[in-house]
């Protein structure tokens, strides 16, 4: 194995690592969080409707609920559509399976000796 190769692999390897242990679990752990204060918000307000203050808070939170799982849908989104904009979608997908066919020059950088004008 060539050092290039093995620093595609340690490459991959992290993303992945990262992708499985940081980010994924924590995007389903603040949907979960956001999804939980508005069902407990409308369980309030059903449970607590005679009394004019509980029925403000179970509103309050199904507002902050609703709000948290907008922005988590919309931050998903935005880096979606970055993703697909500047074309890291290959990346992303050879990230997660370098053995993936293509993704043999996935992680490569350009020669910029060769192409770079400003030298």
């Known amino acids: 194995m060539t050092p290039q190769q093995k620093a ?10 990262l992708n499985n242990v ?3 679990p ?7 969080v956001a999804f939980l204060v508005f069902i407990y918000g409308c ?8 009394n004019e203050s ?5 509103i309050k939170h199904i507002t902050w609920g609703i709000v948290g799982l907008v922005v988590m849908v919309t931050a998903w989104a ?5 993703t697909g904009t500047f074309g890291l979608g290959n990346e992303l997908d050879c990230a997660s399976d370098p053995t993936k066919a293509g ?8 020669d910029t000796k060769v192409n770079n004008p400003y030298k």
Request: hydrophobic share 55%.
């Open 43 to 50: 369980v309030e307000y059903v449970f607590k409707s005679g």
């Open 26 to 32: 924590l995007v389903a752990l603040l949907l979960g």
């Open 78 to 82: 935005i880096l979606s559509l970055a």
């Open 103 to 110: 993704c043999s020059n996935a992680f490569n950088l350009p």
């Open 8 to 17: 595609v692999a340690e490459a991959s390897s992290f993303v992945d690592k």
């Open 22 to 24: 940081i980010l994924f």
């Open 54 to 58: 509980a029925r403000a808070d179970g």
